[in-house]
């Protein structure tokens, strides 16, 4: 198929989801590796990848590719009269296709014979955080921490290490164990439990300084027949303190209207927990917003027309 299909003055692009998942996991990318070099959260490549997101700017799309090390078409839906000439192709093609792939099945038994070691056995169970780039001075922020890979046997502990003098104000599920002066939560998710994500809202402390940064540190248990094993949580560990909105992904005192949508979906992610949508709303029609020290609390700025 010629480039030229996907050099359309179109700003977006239909993309291929079960593809990019398939070409990301064997090339044993993580979705935190893909989100830095495209520019986006994990939780952008997740819908990617689950068809959520069923179309991409072009500028996204080709850094995905790169990110992927493939080529642009190969992450694209194809159009229906590609599909129809793909067999051609195929059958033209299938014989020195099968003489390359037997010798590299040999080559790899080969090289599996001269250096077989027994590798690690995989972490029972992975994790990523999402955070945002911003919190308040005394504002609450949602934290999400993604059980990217579970093991179907036996239950998971999930510790988590929040800035001191921050406070969670609410979670889902609720912590199994809370200690709010020295930063500190864990949760127990038994065997069965098949939730995919642990939300909480963690409130900034008061004294917090301008321009400094909180940090998280987590870590995931996992429990199986084989014994156990800990491994770090991935993802965002560090958050600016500034008078921005959590909202605000840019920082420049405006959530616009791609902002919003990215809030409305980390909202609908944070199931269990309550955030305002009516404040966030306000925040959104005025234009620009500021944050109010008496007030303790971001309010509209309404633009002049």
Known sequence: MSQNTYEDKSSTLCLEASEIRRIRESQQLTQLYVSKVVGVTTDTIS????????????????????????????ILLKPVEALQEEPEVLKKSAIPWLIAGSLAIVALVILATLFSQSPPAPASVTADRILPDFAGPASSIPVQIHLTHRSQRGGVIIREYFPKGWKIVQAHPPASSLDNVNGVARWIIKAGDDRERVVYLVQVDTAARLNSEGSFQGEIVGSNEGGKSAVPIQGESKITVAEVHWADANGDGQIDDTEMLEASFTIEDMVGVHIDWHDLEQLWNAGRYAWDKKAVKFLPQHTVP
């Open 47 to 74: 819908r990617w990848e689950n068809n959520r997101y069923p179309t991409i700017r072009r500028e996204n799309a080709l850094k995905l590719a790169e990110a992927l090390e493939v080529p642009l078409e190969d």
